[in-house]
């Protein structure tokens, strides 16, 4: 259940449990008895705040205000076991025990027994209807508490053999209070009953719970059968795909985002979410089978191509043959359907060619009546109400009723098959191939649109002109692209796209895209698509509407709408569970204000002090007076969050320490922030929060603290008060002093922290990324032997491992600089020499090395070791590459307080002032001129030199020069 | 055809143990007698595997491959092992050929140069380089051997050892020492040996001191 400042509770068998849409947290529910788990079975709030929580067995607990209350049997409490609990409107709260009713007044537990007027001791629910009754269900039937008396209440129950147990009873926002028993749902008020099961199921269905929706459906929860959806005096099952939820429902509850909350046995808890409650039907009077082409009359009326199975129409959700004619298309696979202004429905199917039915009569087009292919891929209908019909042999038809006019690749047409054709807005149509070209046409022209072609040549499945003028196309393979003003932008898994195949597109009414995808069905929010659209970076956000997926296409490949919208709002969607509709008149529940609030405050790593409970419970009465932490604060870490259980992991916070900081700092998606040494001072932390679209919204309750004068600064400064001016600068100059060592500390630990960091991030990069490498490198090495002169595959497998070993190269490097480890001018010789000898093996350059017997032990940062490297790495480059030399030697020495780096080759040299006048000309584009310069302006960065000494014939000498002194 | 060289893999890496056993067979003479995931498999498997060379991961989970080394090498003194690194880190080679390993190989090293490696290291070869043998210096340097002298290096030994920590090759330590160049390797491996002694009474000394 949730409770009115937004938090999520569950009771599990095992204990109770927060939930915020991200983190569960754990409530420890002590008893005196025993530590083993407290089992929930009923959850309820007060009109005061005060969560109320029934056990099995371990009595009932009050949460109020962060402290938690305990009643048993010794308070008044009839049973330890509490079956139910609800709160009625005066703040009293009822209870039901295996053992009678209690009432909890605010001051004292009532009794009620069988003495009383229960039917049977055992009380299995409660609930107080809206006008103040009470319903109480026993093991021997219902009574309800009204008027300060307990009446029975007789109700005519099934069989004799049933159990007369009712679960419960609840009451719907308008009035109407519904019973239910194990199998079936009676409507109190009207006395009407309404039974879903079958009796032979009867004996493993069972419902447990019930639950109004927002939208007034009512949600049913049964074991054996999952959830249901009673609409309309109908039981709906909701289709929820493949197992992936558990199908024994114990508890459902609807929180204020109108999420769907299940608590399920076995399965734990499961959320829908608003856009997958669409109740999605299996079209009645259709036959099984896939759905293949959808098509809507100006009438309204939805006509189905099944696969194999003919057109059907559909009114109001019931479908029927089209024309009773069963000798249309029954063999062939439909594959479009078009509605003309005039009533005519037409049909391509693959190998018959076309029909046309309008009323009884029916048009039959094939080869015979001028078409190229009697396989039709597409047809759709032009605003002068001709028919376009592409054929799988590539060629486009029109047909104006009474003649068939043929294009080819002399109008334009690449002579792929055509698998998408749509009317476009601006008059004339929007064609896609089979390989991903995208074609307008205008005036019985087609134009190749270059822009949204698919690169890797992939099918086009669909094409939706938006209300903006924006085309979306749809591909098999290669996502979504939106063509809009001359630009082309595409969405694929990478993307945020939840699938690559992207086979029906449908815009609603409020500017909503619906993808029909294999992968489900998905709708892209209009200010999503918007965001999208202008910030090509930003990954697509495609809510799941339904699992069921489109049919997958295998051969052919054609273009039906596989998604259309009625103008009602209502969309269809071809899929290959049949044909399912959602109403898109169902809108987002506007943004409310979200709870954010900051959990908890950790001083210097001890245990979390909760903030929230202080102020869960009561709002209007925040702690008295700022909060005082020790003295010596190494470190301060504040946990927040906030709810949004539709998509937590769209919140984005941000925080504040004033004292401290003077801007919001963004948080990056931890939820907590981490402060280190603090000086003493007045603090407020503070925390905002937005989801996707909303505005900040700052946490209900800031978190004041002071930290406290360190006792030395105080006495400090009562001694300054008694004593001369001259001793009042001292003391002045010691405070001072003392902050800035302060935060000299504070730097060292930061400092520490990005080494932490950076040693992090090179073991990660060392083991795992190494590792993978090393396997990739491995895996070609071995497939490259057993493709052994299979021609381009062994090439292939040579260069993909030649790459991933220099990439594992590049990688050492790249860990070595960054590796904090690696910090000593040791370290740096130990690398530069194993480099040098690496790097001349197998060449024509004999390398000799001379290093150092000993070395000063001397830090170097990452940064001169990136620089002094590169410039080394530049000058081996330099002497393999340019310098024609048999021999390089490489001499690191100690000169005085500097290391110096010398690399000495026997090549041919060059002229230095050639070089400068190459390099001052800008003409030579070589790496050498500007690899001098680089490597000059490397050394210089660090404080050190690179001087080169060269003449024609007389070899190079690369010095580099690295002061230790810093 | 020379008797092929068998050679047991320790890695935690399935699929990398079985690309390196299977390069290996498909590649050269020699055959890939066993492999396992982790050190304790490998302790337990390994002195009845007798494989000519072992090729042992340094990462290896609970215990890594340099522990591995230093226990393998108390139950088959004769073992030549040869340590598997994604990345030159002198100081964990340093330590695992302390701990007894004959010498290291990159595992981006391509296979060519894995079958040269453990062909040389089968034929008793033990490879140094500059910054190792500079560690094996300061290793001698920093703690003095404790009373065992067949520990401490010979002249000739030491020279070898600054010559290489001075980054001179094999061949220039021949010419310098004016000895041949296996002569070098001889000593060098010699050197190797001291060193395990040496590191292993480290560890008793340590054990004592406890």
Known sequence: MQTRDGFLWVGTSAGLVRFDGVKFTPLPLSTNSTNSPVSITSLCED?????????????????????????????????????????????????????????????????????????????????????????????????????????????????????????????????????????????????????????????????????????????????????????DNHFQPVILGENRWSYDVRAIFEDHEGNLWLGTSGGGLAQLRPQSMHVLRVGEGLPP???????????????????????????????????????????NFITSVATAHDGTVWVGTLGDGLFGVRGDSEIHLTTADGLADNSVLSICLDDQGALWISTSDGTVHRYNGKEMTSFDRDKGLTGTPITVLAAAAAGGLWAATQDGQILREQDGVFLTNSLAADPEDRPVLALEEDAAGRLWIGSAGGGLTCLAHDVALNW?????????????????????????????????????????????????????????????????????????????????????????????????????????????????????????QGVLWSPTNPPAGPFKTPVDIKSLEFRFT????????????????????????????????????????RYRFRVEARDADGAWQEASE?????????????????????????????????????????????????????????MRIARDMHDEMGSKLTKISFLSEHAQVGAE????????????????????????????????????????????????????????????????????????????????????????NNVLKHSGATRVQVEMAMIGPAFQIKIADNGHGFALAALAAAETTQNSGKRRGNGLKNMQQRLADIGGECSVASRPGAGTVVTLHIPLND | MKKPITVSIVDDEADLREHIAGYLAAAGNITCKSAYASAKEALDHLPQDKPDVILMDINLGEMDGIECVRRLTALMPDA??????????????????????????????????????????????????????RKVVQSFKTTPSRGDESADLSDRERAVLDGLAEG???????????????????????????????????????????
């Open chain 1, 642 to 681: 906030a709810l949004n259980f539709a998509s937590p992991e769209s919140m984005r916070f941000r925080y504040k320490l004033e004292g401290s900081e003077s801007e919001w700092v963004n948080d990056a998606g931890t939820r907590s922030v981490r402060y280190g040494p603090l000086p003493h001072g």
């Open chain 1, 702 to 758: 800031s978190f004041s603290f002071i930290v406290p004068t360190p006792l030395y600064l105080q006495n400090w400064a009562i001694f300054l008060y008694l004593t001369a001016a001259v001793a009042v600068v001292t003391g002045i100059v010691r405070i001072v002093s003392h902050r800035r060592l302060r935060s000299v500390l504070a730097r060292l630990e930061q400092q520490q922290s990005l080494e932490r960091e950076r």
């Open chain 1, 789 to 876: 002169s299979a021609g381009p595959m062994a090439g292939k497998m040579r260069a993909i491992a030649q790459t991933s070993r220099e990439l594992l190269q590049t990688m050492d490097e790249i860990v070595w600089v960054v590796n904090p480890r690696n910090d000593t001018l040791e370290n740096l010789v130990a690398y530069l020499s194993h480099y040098a000898i690496e790097y001349f093996q197998n060449t024509s350059v004999e390398c000799d090395l001379r290093l150092p017997p000993e070395l000063p032990h001397h830090p170097f940062s990452s940064e001169v070791r990136h620089n002094v490297f590169l410039t080394f790495e530049e000058t081996l």
């Open chain 1, 47 to 231: 009109t005061g705040g005060s969560l109320w929580i029934g056990t099995l067995q371990d009595g009932l607990f009050e949460l109020k205000a962060g402290r938690i209350s305990h009643f048993t049997p010794n308070q008044g409490l009839l049973d330890e076991s509490v079956t139910s609990l609800d709160a009625d409107k005066s703040g009293q709260v009822w209870i039901g025990t295996k053992s009678g009713l209690n009432l909890w007044t605010g001051r004292e537990l009532i009794s009620y027994t069988v003495r009383d007027g229960l039917p049977d001791k055992f009380v299995a629910g409660v609930n107080v209807a809206r006008s103040g009754t009470v319903w109480i269900t026993t093991r021997a039937g219902m009574c309800l508490f009204t008027g300060g008396r307990i009446a029975p209440y007789a109700l005519q129950t099934e069989s004799q053999g049933r159990s007369p147990e009712y679960l419960g009873a609840y009451e719907d926002r308008r009035g109407n209070l519904w019973a239910f028993g194990d199998t079936y749902l009676i409507n109190l008020a009207e006395g009407k009953r309404f039974n879903y099961f079958r009796s032979s199921e009867s004996a493993s269905v069972r419902i447990w719970s019930l639950c109004e929706g927002q939208d007034g459906r009512l949600w049913i929860g049964t074991s054996g059968r999952g959830l249901f959806c009673f609409e």
């Open chain 1, 289 to 331: 089978g896939s759905p293949t082409a959808l098509a809507l009359d100006a009438a309204g009326r939805i006509f189905v191509g099944m696969q194999r199975d003919g057109l059907f129409a559909g009114e109001s959700g019931r479908f029927e043959r089209v024309g009773g004619s069963d000798d249309l298309a029954v063999q």
């Open chain 2, 80 to 133: 030549r092992v040869l340590m598997l690194t994604v990345f030159e880190d002198s100081d964990q080679i340093f330590r695992a050929l302390a701990a007894g390993a004959s010498g290291y190989l990159l595992k981006r090293l391509s296979p060519k140069k894995l079958l040269e490696a453990i062909e040389e290291v089968c034929a008793g070869g033990s490879p140094m380089s500059a910054p190792i043998a």
């Open chain 1, 492 to 612: 694929t898994t990478n993307s945020g796209l939840p699938g690559a195949m992207v086979s029906g597109l449908a815009e609603d009414g409020a500017g909503n895209l619906w993808l029909a995808m294999e992968t489900g069905i998905f709708r892209v929010a209009h200010g999503d698509l918007e965001r999208a659209l202008q910030n090509p970076r930003l990954p697509l956000i495609c809510r799941e509407a339904s699992e069921a997926r489109t049919t997958t296409v295998s051969g052919t490949i054609f273009g039906g709408s596989r998604a259309v919208l009625s103008p009602d709002g209502e969309l269809w969607f071809a899929t290959s569970d049949g044909l399912l509709t959602v109403n898109t008149r169902f809108s987002d529940p506007a943004p409310a204000k979200l709870p954010v609030y900051i959990e908890s405050a950790a001083i210097n790593g001890e245990a979390p002090i909760p903030l929230l």
């Open chain 2, 168 to 210: 001179l090759a094999y061949k220039q330590i021949a010419d310098q020492l004016q000895i041949s160049i296996h002569t070098v390797r001889n000593y060098i491996r010699r050197i190797y040996e001291k060193l395990h002694v040496r590191s292993r009474t480290e560890a008793v000394a340590k054990f004592l001191r406890k």
